[in-house]
């Protein structure tokens, strides 16, 4: 009761207090720095005017004692700052650009004179970071619009920064992020918070936000975003790994607008490596379209901003799948039973191997996306304004499986309204007030390209459902689906900034409810696994799980994320910044509300308990405290050693808890019996029949924690280099087990021996997954970056980064995270499931460039206008492969896992490598490296020791800008994208043995990264 009283005062408070709060959760920028006399001596009672020069909107702030000012929540864009002071000439800096959660530093020393004398300059603050100990990178408006992007995601430009890697086996799907899937620094793809205009952007699953369609419109809407890799400052939360923070773009006093169109046509493409060569390449037609508008309501004071894009593509795909061989089709000993289903299997057109073969077709997945804003800014006096932004976007994706019996249909509509109120209590205190509604609707379903015979059902007036054989493609429908995921979150924030002598205090509070609504389908129909080709075709099925007549997943979940904190960036000296920070943020217990919530506190029980709460709340001690420094080692703005580190907590929200919350009896009953018989499973009984998913009712909060030191270098050219060390240390992270095992015997050499017979740990149960938190993670990393400002005409950046990504386990949600992913063997050992993280990347290099094609001077008439205006953009991607694991497809331990062998690996052949990588689609690795375990135990392999396929990508477009009279420009467009045509290989088929022994297509890839050279062509008109 106390721990409640003191909950609901602490909330009351935040709502109740905004004049004590703070921070623009990084979508502003501030301009401080020193005033002082050609001495060197302060000059307090200055006044510095700062002025937006793209609205004319200004800010007067006033030196303090010891010169300092500060002119803080400043919207990026061109400034122009003004020094005044009685007997000195007033100084002014011009064109001076001011990008997001920059701190710009510039100090300004004024001469004796008039007021009538000026000094101006054309300025730019310090390159190098000056104030922040944390890592972060830019991404500008010239990368944003210039760099070659596929499929024009303005997100992929979030993998051009130091410590940000790729996710490439991460699954772009519903529940788990639809966008650009990338690690930061070390972290699952969802730990990372997206932030746009300052509120949350993570959909369910606390996935990248993107569209079905796989990426994130918006490069005429975006003006910059910020990637912040490590150890971010307390205003900060919801987020153990990175924070990507955009902002949209605004009107100015000048009406500004764009209309363009970008095309794509196979007759330009190259074929992929699994394309059949003797067959015309799949078609490919694409059409991206669309505009923006900008400019002044009321001059000075209001202005709007607009923008529209849309997507129509048909795009051919060649997919690929293992099948039974025809020589397997015509054996006479073939059950009855599952002869019908062997024979719904297409025939082989590929290569055959003994029991399997290939089969490959082309088929066309049609991609439809309506993207659009709307922005509207408004001065009402010098101290108030307000800004509201509304965003829609809506796609649909049609894609064959590769069984083509079936589509899947993918559905997504996302809407966000961000209201904003700005007030300046005085020149050195500042509250700003958010209020956000996002909405992010996602359904997949499986549609049935064919009719099937209804006595061909496991369950009758369910469907054809699934039926799983290892060293084979599955037969059947995604057994996820039909599912739909609705996420409606209203979200306030309110905040304040305030400069006194050297502290910049900020503090502020977010609260942020979450209503989710959803019914997602698991094992509808049913779903048979068989360890082996063989036992399919002799009818001895390893497992099966089915949903029971009368279940439901529907669900209502509510609940709330309340975060509070206190910065204090402090000057201690006019080199020397101290960041020190402090934050508290917890959630609620989620609640549903049909009542439809049950648990299971003790997991030896013989039934769970209706009624929730469905954990134990773990969240009210999470205290984060944050530290840091920045030094300028010279003074001079150009030498600066960064370091610091802090306490990252990760929210137990519905990423977590909804797919199992959604499957406890008894609302919902998975059927998982001992021995099933094929195909007429049991559809109710006992709990010994039962299959549950459980939220461990104990759960702990996952937390990280982030370290660092940097160095920073600014060289001419307005080149900054920077290197140094990044690193975390994850505790409690949560991975997904199998609780209820076999109870090994231990050996003397501390192996585990599971005897033949053995029941499950509660024989009350058949499988029971649990979401547990008592993972570890270990990352360290190197990062190198050069980066150079446009000037000149050129704009270059390069950035590497060498890391080591460890933990014990990385899906959290389960093996759909990552394609390498599995369940570990043995939960009750978390340690002998560690090894490399499944988006592990030891060297990553990425290298971007834009360059104005300089025009000779000897040029002229229709020669110069025919040679100016050329420009070469590129991006070039260098990265080393992921890891994977050699698995068996059958329970060689009788651990009893859930199905097949989950996570258990053979014995390494004496001589042999961990990494035997021959290279080759046809046989990537040495499969002979490995052999069976002794019955009864594990195997000796660890855990992703295979290191897969790199990838090597180059991006290049050309442009050609053409004047057009009136201030006008057209750009023509060119753009090619992995233009050496270089073969990037997805990962490998793991199993080497199942049930009937080693697996004819061990080590096989059929699959790609990315695409085969595809061109796009485009015209943009600016005006």
Known sequence: ?????????????????????????????????????????????????????????????VTDGAGRYRAQQLAPGKYEVTVELQGFRTARVTDLT?????????????????????????????????????????VDEKQIRELPLNGRDFSQLTLLQPGVTASPSTQQQVDRGMGTQVSIAGARPNQISYQIDGTDANTQGNGSPGSAAGGLLGVETVREFQVLVNNYSAEYGRSTGGI??????????????????????SRFDSRTFFDDPNADIPPLKRNQFGGYLGGPLVKDKTFFFGSYEGLRQDRGLTTIATVPSRATRARADISAVTRPYLLLYPEPNGRETGATGTYSVQVTS???????????????TDAHSVSARYSWDKAQVDRDTPIPFWTTDTRTKS???VGEHKWIIRSNLLNVAKAAWNRAYEATDNIEKRSFDPSLFFIPGTRFANISVSGINSLGPDTNTPTFVD??????????????????????????????????????????????LENFLQNRPGTYEGQAPGSTTARRWRQSLIGMYVQDDWSARRNLTLNLGVRYEFITTPHELDGREASMPDLQANNTVAGGPIFKNPSFKNVAPRAGFAWDITGDGRNALHGGAGLFFEP?????????????????????????????????????????????YNIRNPYRVQYNVTYQRELPGRTVVTAGFVGSRGYRQIRNVEYNQAVPQIQADGSFFFPAGSTRRNPNFGSVRLRISDGSSWYKGLIAGASRRFSAGLALQASYTLGKSEDLGSQAVGSADFDNSFQPRYAFDPMDNRGLSDFDIRHNFVFNSTWEIPVPRSLGGAAKALAEGWQLASILTLRSGIPFTPQLGFDRARALPRSLGAGQEPDLVAGCSLNPVLGGADQYFDPNCFSLPAAGTFGNVPRNTIIGPGLASWDMALFKNIAVPGGRRIQLRAEGFNITNHVNFGLPQPTVFNAAGRVSNAGQITSIVG???QWQFGVKVDF
Do not use: C
């Open 1 to 61: 009761m106390a721990r409640s009283s003191v909950l609901t005062a602490l909330v009351l408070i935040a709502m109740l207090a905004p004049a004590a709060l703070g921070s623009a959760q990084g979508t502003t920028g501030s301009i401080s720095g020193f005033v002082t006399d050609d001495t060197g001596g302060a000059l307090p009672g200055t006044t510095v005017t700062v002025r937006h020069v793209e609205t004319d909107q200004k800010r007067v702030v």
């Open 487 to 532: 996420l409606k979150s209203l979200q306030f924030i309110d905040n304040v900034a305030w400069s006194a002598a050297s502290h910049n205090v900020k503090s502020g509070v977010s609260i942020t409810h979450y209503m989710n609504d959803q019914d997602s389908s698991f094992d509808f129909g049913g779903n048979y696994a068989f360890t082996s």
């Open 415 to 417: 809407q966000s309204f």
């Open 366 to 380: 049609p991609t439809r996306e309506d993207y659009a804003v709307g922005k509207a800014d408004h001065t009402i």
């Open 244 to 265: 990507v923070t955009a902002v949209t773009r605004s009107g100015t006093n000048a009406f500004k607008g764009t209309l363009f169109e970008f095309n794509r046509d």
């Open 652 to 696: 137990i929200l519905s990423n977590i808890y909804r797919a199992y919350g959604n499957r406890t009896p008894p609302y919902y009953n998975l059927i998982n019996p001992l021995n099933p018989t094929f195909p007429t499973p049991p559809i109710s009984g006992t709990s010994s029949l039962l299959r549950l998913d459980l939220v461990d």
């Open 1011 to 1013: 695409t085969a050279r």
């Open 98 to 138: 001011l990008t997001v959660g920059q701190d710009a530093g510039v100090n300004m020393q004024l001469k004796v004179g008039g007021l009538d004398e000026q000094v101006t300059v054309t300025g730019e603050a310090s390159l190098v970071n000056m104030r922040q100990s944390s890592v972060a990178a830019l």
